[in-house]
C-alpha cells in the first residue's frame, strides 16, 4: 500500500503558476497509478490529472488540458501537479489519490471511487 501526502498549496492570483507535490510512503509506489482530484467549497469532487503506473499515459480534465501537467518519478515516490495560468474557478482543495490498474500503461481512473488510497488534500486558492 501507498500513503500520499501533498505539498505546494498556497494563494496566487489569477493567471499565475503553482507545483503541487505528493510523496508517497512504500515499497510499492510504482504498482499504482496516481492522480489527483479537486474539491471547490460546494461542489463535488472531480477528476484533474492522472499518470499510469509506467509515467507513459497521462489523462486529464477538460478543464485543466493544456494549462496542468502531471509528471512522476518512481525513484523518488513523487508525483508533481505542475499549474499554470491558473484561474479563481481552480481554487480547490486538492487530493493525491493512488488507484490500482491492470497494465502499466493504463490511464488513470476518473471516477474517484476507484482509487484505493488518498491523501489529506492542499489547498490552492487563485485570486481575481
Known amino acids: 500500500q501507498v500513503q500520499p501526502v501533498e505539498s505546494g498549496g498556497g494563494l496566487v492570483q489569477a493567471g499565475g503558476s503553482l507545483r503541487l507535490s505528493c510523496a508517497a510512503s512504500g515499497r510499492t509506489f510504482s504498482s499504482y497509478a496516481m492522480g489527483w482530484f479537486r474539491q471547490a467549497p460546494g461542489k463535488e469532487r472531480e477528476f484533474v490529472a492522472g499518470?499510469?503506473?509506467?509515467?507513459?499515459?497521462?489523462n486529464y480534465a477538460d478543464s485543466v488540458k493544456g494549462r496542468f501537467t502531471i509528471s512522476r518519478d518512481n525513484a523518488k515516490n513523487t508525483v508533481d501537479l505542475q499549474m499554470n495560468n491558473l484561474k479563481p474557478e481552480d481554487t480547490a482543495v486538492y487530493s493525491c489519490?493512488?488507484?490500482?490498474?491492470?497494465?502499466?500503461?493504463?490511464?488513470?481512473?476518473?471516477?474517484?471511487?476507484?482509487?484505493?488510497?488518498w491523501g489529506q488534500g492542499t489547498r490552492v486558492t487563485v485570486s481575481s
Open positions: 499518470i499510469s503506473r509506467s509515467g507513459a499515459s497521462t
Open positions: 489519490a493512488a488507484a490500482r490498474t491492470t497494465y502499466s500503461f493504463s490511464y488513470y481512473p476518473t471516477d474517484s471511487w476507484k482509487s484505493d488510497y
